[in-house]
């Protein structure tokens, strides 16, 4: 199994400033990566996908990069809608065996 | 606009069988996608559970494998879970969700989720 591990488990920051959020895989998973946000008592939203790839119709400020083991999403001037929980998740299988990390909680500070 | 919405029991009992069912609308199941579910406990994050291809193929968590069915209705532009031998660690928020083109892909639609919990 492929375990994503997202770091940091909580970050704090203003509105208006950067934020920047990792996941690292245990193996290789090419560009096969995607980030979600959830906010409570929703379902996941597509943000990225192809590990850089922005879903339609999300806002220009989030991006993702990374490839293989090392991915970063983005949120370059946050606002207040941006505070949700973030997920990665690897979809590089074969079978079919697709692992989300643990979340990285965005609070405001 | 493709659309899932998930439905089915809310309470289960310990030991017995959860069953879910999705309605896809705006897009036919028939079309090349996968589609699959994905479940999240109370405050804790996101596990995938299993897939089916448009052609009946399945795929499954390893972890859950040995109770898990997922089946398909093309007819009736759904999709379906069993899980069985249901336990408290099985309560949680069933997600449905379509990869947009076949395994290698994101989940790009999500139902709104359901809350099934096991208790007597």
């Known amino acids: 199994e492929i375990v994503m591990t997202q770091s940091p488990a909580t970050l704090s920051v203003s509105p208006g400033e950067r934020a920047t959020l990792s996941c690292r895989a245990s193996?290789?998973?090419?560009?096969?990566l995607a980030w979600y946000q959830q906010k409570p008592g929703q379902a996941p939203r597509l943000l990225i996908y192809g590990a850089s790839t922005r879903a339609t119709g999300i806002p220009a400020r989030f991006s993702g990069s990374g490839s293989g083991t090392e991915f970063t999403l983005t949120i370059s001037s946050l606002q207040s809608e941006d505070f949700a929980v973030y997920y990665c998740q690897q979809y590089n299988n074969w079978p079919p065996s697709y692992t989300f990390g643990q979340g990285t909680k965005l609070e405001i500070k | 606009q493709v659309q899932l919405q998930e439905s089915g029991p809310g309470l289960v009992k310990p030991s017995e069988t959860l069953s879910l069912t999705c309605a896809v609308s705006?897009?036919?199941?028939?079309?090349?996608?996968?589609w699959g579910w994905i479940r999240q406990p109370p405050g804790k994050g996101l596990e995938w559970i299993g897939a089916?291809?448009?052609?009946?193929?399945?795929y499954y968590n390893p972890s859950l494998k040995s109770r898990v069915t997922i089946s398909i209705d093309t007819s009736k532009n759904q999709f379906s879970l069993k899980l069985t031998s249901v336990t408290a660690a099985d309560t949680a928020v069933y997600f449905c969700a379509r990869q947009r083109s076949g395994y290698d892909s994101e989940f790009d639609y999500w139902g709104q989720g359901t809350l099934v919990t096991v208790s007597s």
């Open positions: 705006g897009y036919s199941i028939s079309s090349v996608s996968l």
């Open positions: 193996q290789s998973v090419s560009s096969n």
């Open positions: 089916i291809f448009q052609s009946g193929s399945t």
